[in-house]
């Protein structure tokens, strides 16, 4: 079992920043690829972006790419999401997920373990 909790998120002007972080505590982290996906009102939750478990490689979908940087940092069982030049579009409750795979993962269903989310509001 992995715990996880985000945090970081609230509300910030168009351009602006956020840094949301996944705290990660059960099972060792640093054998779990991780995701951050979100979730806007009425919408079906999406993917935003992966890492793998050394975080070699990362991929990150298009509406987010050259804005967001994930990373992780194993020793603190913790994955950030740095968000720069957010838009209205962006603001949705951001969810980080775990997976016990050795790459990366794209979809929702391959996760085995999910935080409760955090609420990020970009105003226009």
């Known amino acids: 079992q992995v715990h996880l909790v985000e945090s970081g998120g609230g509300l910030v002007q168009a351009g602006g920043s956020l840094r949301l972080s996944c705290a990660a505590s059960?099972?060792?982290?640093?054998?779990?690829?991780m995701g951050w996906f979100r979730q806007a009102p009425g919408k079906e939750r999406e993917f935003v972006v992966a890492i793998t478990r050394r975080g070699d490689t990362t991929y990150y979908a298009e509406s987010v790419k050259g804005r967001f940087t994930i990373s992780r940092d194993n020793a603190k069982s913790t994955v950030y999401l740095q968000m720069n030049s957010l838009k209205p579009e962006d603001s949705a409750v951001y969810y980080c997920?775990?997976?016990?795979?050795?790459?990366?993962?794209?979809?929702?269903?391959?996760?085995?373990?999910w935080g409760q989310g955090t609420q990020v509001t970009v105003s226009s």
């Open positions: 059960g099972r060792t982290f640093s054998n779990h690829a």
């Open positions: 997920a775990a997976n016990q795979g050795n790459y990366y993962y794209i979809n929702a269903a391959d996760y085995d373990y």
